[in-house]
């Protein structure tokens, strides 16, 4: 147990540090690209204002002082847990961020089961199949892996929406406005997990347990899932960070090409119009997940086999 709890604080230490170095990343590429914050702030481009207002709104946000010093302001305040005020909505960003966060929590957890669900669906279906039947199923998974996110979306808008007009193209009314985003999402993550958990079931599959299964007479669905399956998810397990991260860097794509609510296009409109606090205050968030995830995944595996913690 002491060795486990070291492990865990070292793993928390590293998060402090990958939140840290989110936050300052996020900073430096906010600041250095081309843009007037405090114009933005005032509307953008296309605003009418004066000197004065720029300079007193430069002033109001303390944009008028060095990187440096408005960088230690920042940490100093993400220390006590402000995250500030977005610029342009002009509400605390948390408040900003839990007003659209639930629609990309609803979105995220309907893409990961669909992905999962088709991952072990496949793999269990193709696995120690015939050579034939896993190199046309490799060919389209890696046919669907290679097709950029958005490119899926546009075409199952094209399809389903636009030509078949059985599914909305935006919005979010309806569990029919969600299957779109939801197997834009799901398509690409599930092809990855198929390909782990298929060469996973392939090596249980040749294991003495599964041959003494089927002496004793069980089917081959039988041995399959009720053996076979449970020792193949755990890699599934082990890789939930890399389903996080996939499920959090494509919500800003889908909830831009379908007008969904969410912190995704919140991400990007905020990046867009130079929105500081906002954009930080969601890379922050993002970070935070991940870190999480990543640190119960460690405890879990830690706790399954106990050789983990010695590594």
């Not at 405090?38 to 204002?49: K, S």
């Not at 046919?143 to 979306?153: A, D, N, T």
């Not at 996973?200 to 041959?211: A, G, S």
């Amino acid at each position: 147990m002491k060795r486990l709890a070291q492990r865990i604080g070292y793993r928390i230490l590293s998060g402090i540090g990958v939140l840290w170095g989110a936050a300052t990343l996020t900073f430096i590429a906010i600041n250095v690209t081309g843009g007037d914050t405090a114009l933005a702030i005032l509307g953008g481009p296309n605003a009418i204002t004066t000197t004065e207002a720029l300079d007193s709104v430069r002033a109001e946000y303390g944009l008028d002082q060095p990187l440096v010093h408005q960088y230690a302001s920042y940490l100093g305040r993400i220390a006590v847990g402000d995250l500030g005020e977005s610029y342009r909505l002009r509400i605390p960003v948390t408040e900003a961020i839990a007003q659209q966060l639930g629609s990309t929590v609803e979105l995220a957890l309907w893409s990961g089961s669909v992905a999962i669900l088709l991952a072990v669906f496949v793999a269990l279906s193709t696995a120690h199949r015939s050579r034939t039947l896993q190199n046309w199923f490799s060919g389209f998974e890696l046919l669907l892996s290679s097709i950029p996110g958005f490119v899926k979306g546009i075409v199952l808008l094209l399809v389903f929406s636009f030509q078949l007009h059985w599914l909305p193209s935006s919005g979010a009314n309806g569990w029919k406005s969600l299957v779109l985003p939801v197997l834009t999402l799901a398509l690409p993550l599930a092809t990855v997990l198929i390909q782990v958990l298929r060469q996973e079931l392939e090596d249980v599959l040749e294991q003495p347990f599964i041959t003494m299964a089927r002496a004793r007479g069980l089917s081959d669905a039988a041995v399959r899932i009720g053996h076979a399956l449970r020792h193949a998810m755990i890699p599934l397990v082990t890789m939930s960070g890399f389903i996080l991260a996939s499920l959090l860097g494509g919500a800003a794509i889908v909830e831009t090409l379908f007008v969904r609510r969410g912190i995704g296009r919140l991400m990007v409109e905020s990046s867009a119009n130079k929105d500081i606090p906002l954009v930080l205050g969601i890379t922050l968030l993002s970070a935070l997940i991940y870190v999480v995830v990543n640190l119960l995944v460690d405890i879990v595996n830690s706790l399954v086999d106990p050789r983990v913690v010695t590594t």
